[in-house]
C-alpha cells in the first residue's frame, strides 16, 4: 500500500490505531505521528512498537508548524486530540491539506458539520468512533462520512481502518449511542476486571494474585466471546443449576445491573450529545 497517513496528536486512541496499523504490516516510513510535547515525542517511539523508529514524529511544543507539515501531501489524517482542541488544530493545518486529503477525526462530539466548517467547505471528512483494543487489531470503529467523501475516499477509510478492528457505517446521529457502547465500553470491561480484583483482596488474595486471576478472567472472556458472540450462551455454559455461579449472578441482577448498565451508558450518551451542542459552530 502506498498510501501515507498522519496521526495528528497521537495519545491513548490515535496510539492505538498507529500501533494496531504497524502491526498489520502497514510501512512505517508511509507514517506521520503529531504530539504536543517534545517528551512525549520521545516516549511514542517505543509506544508504537515495531516500526515506531521508522515513523516521522513531530512535536507541536518543539514547532509550530508540526501539525502543518505533518500533514502536507498525506492521503488521510487522523485527528485525536481532545474533543475542545479538535477545531482549532484542524483550521490551523487546513491549508496544508492537499484537496484530496481526507480527514478523519476520532473525537467524541465534534459535530460533522464543524470538521467540515473547519478543514474547508469541499474538504472530505469523516467522523469515527473507534476503541482502543485497535492496538491489538480488535477495535470497533463506526464511521460517518461528510457529504463531500466520495466513495474511493470511503474505500480508503474503510481500508485503513479496518486494518485494525471491525469497520460499521453509522449514521451520524447514532454516534452518541456508538460511543455509549463501543467506545467507551472497554472502560466497563476493565472496571469489571478492577473491581473483581479488589473483591478478590477481600476474600483473601494479595493485590497483585487477585489482579491476575481477575485480569486473566476477563480476557479468557473476551477472547471466548471473540471466537463465539453470543454472551448469553457463553453465561449459560459457566452457569450449572444449582452451582455457584447462579449465586453470583442472582446477586449481580438483585443488586439491578441491569439497571444500572443502562443508566450508566444512557449519561455516556448523554455526555456525547451535550458536547456535539457545545461545538457545533
Ligand atoms: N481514549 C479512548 O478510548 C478514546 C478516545 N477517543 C477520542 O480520541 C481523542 C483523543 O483522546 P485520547 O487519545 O484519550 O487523549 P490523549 O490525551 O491520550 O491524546 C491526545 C494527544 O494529543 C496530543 N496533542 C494535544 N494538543 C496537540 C496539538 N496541538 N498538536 C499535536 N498534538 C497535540 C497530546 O500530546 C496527546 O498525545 C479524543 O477526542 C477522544 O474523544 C475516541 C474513542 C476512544
Ligand atoms: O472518555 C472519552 O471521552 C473518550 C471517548 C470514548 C472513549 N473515551
Same mark, same amino acid.
Given at each position: *500500500?502506498?498510501? %501515507?497517513?498522519?496521526?495528528?496528536?497521537?495519545?491513548?486512541?490515535?496510539?492505538?490505531?498507529?500501533?494496531?496499523?504497524?502491526?498489520?504490516?502497514?510501512?512505517?516510513?508511509?507514517?506521520?505521528?503529531?504530539?504536543?510535547?517534545?517528551?512525549?515525542a520521545?516516549k511514542l517511539v517505543?509506544k508504537?512498537?515495531?516500526?515506531?523508529?521508522?515513523?516521522?514524529i513531530?512535536?507541536?511544543?518543539?514547532?509550530?508548524?508540526?501539525?502543518?507539515?505533518?500533514?502536507?501531501?498525506?492521503?488521510?489524517?487522523?485527528?485525536?486530540?481532545?474533543?475542545?482542541?479538535?477545531?482549532?488544530?484542524?483550521?490551523?493545518?487546513?491549508?496544508?491539506?492537499?484537496? %484530496?486529503?481526507?480527514?478523519?477525526?476520532?473525537?467524541?462530539?465534534?459535530?460533522?458539520?464543524?470538521?467540515?466548517?473547519?478543514?474547508?467547505?469541499?474538504?472530505?471528512?469523516?467522523?469515527? *468512533?473507534?476503541?482502543?483494543?485497535?492496538?491489538?487489531?480488535?477495535?470497533?470503529?463506526?464511521?460517518?462520512?461528510?457529504?463531500?467523501?466520495?466513495?474511493?475516499?470511503?474505500?480508503?477509510?474503510?481500508? /485503513?481502518?479496518?486494518?485494525?478492528?471491525?469497520?460499521?457505517?453509522?449514521?451520524?446521529?447514532?454516534?452518541?449511542?456508538?460511543?455509549?457502547?463501543?467506545?467507551?465500553?472497554?472502560?466497563?470491561?476493565?472496571?469489571?476486571?478492577?473491581?473483581?480484583?479488589?473483591?478478590?483482596?477481600? /476474600?483473601?488474595?494479595?493485590?497483585?494474585?487477585?489482579?491476575?486471576?481477575?485480569?486473566?478472567?476477563?480476557?479468557?472472556?473476551?477472547?471466548?466471546?471473540?471466537?463465539?458472540?453470543?454472551?448469553?450462551?457463553?453465561?449459560?455454559?459457566?452457569?450449572?443449576?444449582?452451582?455457584?455461579?447462579?449465586?453470583?449472578?442472582?446477586?449481580?441482577?438483585?443488586?439491578?445491573?441491569?439497571?444500572?448498565?443502562?443508566?450508566? *451508558?444512557?449519561?455516556?450518551?448523554?455526555?456525547?450529545?451535550?458536547?456535539?451542542?457545545?461545538?457545533?459552530?
Amino acid at each position: *500500500m502506498t498510501t %501515507q497517513v498522519a496521526f495528528v496528536g497521537t495519545g491513548s486512541m490515535n496510539g492505538a490505531i498507529a500501533s494496531g496499523l504497524l502491526a498489520s504490516g502497514f510501512d512505517p516510513e508511509k507514517v506521520r505521528a503529531t504530539v504536543r510535547s517534545a517528551a512525549s515525542a520521545e516516549k511514542l517511539v517505543d509506544k508504537l512498537g515495531d516500526g515506531g523508529e521508522k515513523v516521522k514524529i513531530f512535536s507541536a511544543e518543539s514547532s509550530a508548524t508540526a501539525n502543518r507539515d505533518a500533514v502536507s501531501g498525506v492521503d488521510a489524517v487522523l485527528v485525536g486530540v481532545k474533543p475542545y482542541d479538535v477545531l482549532e488544530v484542524v483550521r490551523d493545518f487546513a491549508d496544508s491539506l492537499d484537496s %484530496q486529503t481526507l480527514v478523519i477525526s476520532v473525537a467524541a462530539g465534534v459535530p460533522l458539520d464543524s470538521l467540515q466548517k473547519a478543514a474547508g467547505e469541499n474538504q472530505p471528512v469523516i467522523r469515527c *468512533m473507534p476503541n482502543t483494543p485497535s492496538r491489538v487489531g480488535k477495535g470497533v470503529l463506526a464511521i460517518s462520512s461528510g457529504s463531500t467523501v466520495t466513495e474511493e475516499q470511503k474505500e480508503l477509510a474503510e481500508s /485503513l481502518l479496518s486494518a485494525v478492528g471491525e469497520v460499521v457505517q453509522v449514521e451520524e446521529e447514532q454516534m452518541d449511542a456508538v460511543t455509549a457502547v463501543s467506545g467507551s465500553g472497554p472502560a466497563y470491561a476493565f472496571l469489571l476486571a478492577e473491581t473483581m480484583a479488589k473483591a478478590g483482596v477481600e /476474600l483473601g488474595f494479595d493485590r497483585e494474585t487477585a489482579t491476575k486471576l481477575a485480569a486473566a478472567t476477563v480476557a479468557g472472556a473476551g477472547a471466548l466471546l471473540d471466537s463465539d458472540p453470543n454472551p448469553e450462551d457463553l453465561r449459560k455454559a459457566v452457569t450449572s443449576p444449582g452451582g455457584t455461579t447462579e449465586q453470583a449472578i442472582k446477586t449481580y441482577q438483585e443488586g439491578g445491573l441491569e439497571e444500572l448498565t443502562l443508566k450508566a *451508558m444512557r449519561a455516556c450518551a448523554e455526555k456525547s450529545a451535550q458536547m456535539s451542542k457545545e461545538y457545533a459552530e
